[in-house]
């Protein structure tokens, strides 16, 4: 028997854990877009659940990375690791059971991250 794993919009993630949902708030408030939440529980070995989100530029993505760090220090959750800040291109954040990726639009479409886990998001072009 194959378990799959749960993708869905962050608005439907109404039984998010408390890390998650810490990290979901704090990126809704910072106006993130196409929030996405891979529940991957049971599933995987490097984390209890994935959410990736886009920014509309790069300040706009080091400043939801840069809020969220201190949303998670200040909650308790620790110092967490971080990558790609400089550049603000994609970021990712492991705080440890969840790992969030923060991308621009562009960067997101182009590594196309989702697809890994079968995920088909509506901000994607179709090739020609």
């Known amino acids: 028997m194959t378990s799959s794993i749960s993708v869905r919009p962050a608005s439907e993630a109404t039984d998010a854990k408390p890390l998650e949902k810490l ?5 809704d408030d910072e106006k993130a877009q196409d ?3 891979i529940d991957m529980a049971g599933q995987s070995s490097i984390a209890d659940g994935l959410i990736i989100a886009s920014g509309r530029s790069h300040r706009h993505v080091g400043a939801m990375a840069d809020h969220l760090l201190r949303a998670l220090k200040d909650a308790g959750y620790g110092k967490a690791r971080i990558e790609g800040l400089p550049s603000c291109d994609w970021v990712l954040i492991d705080v440890g059971d969840v790992i969030v990726h923060l991308f621009r639009p562009e960067v997101r479409s182009f590594y196309n991250i989702e697809k890994i886990w079968s995920v088909d998001s ?7």
């Open 35 to 37: 929030i996405i939440l």
């Open 23 to 27: 990290i979901l708030d704090r990126l």
């Open 122 to 128: 509506g901000h994607r072009v179709a090739a020609n």
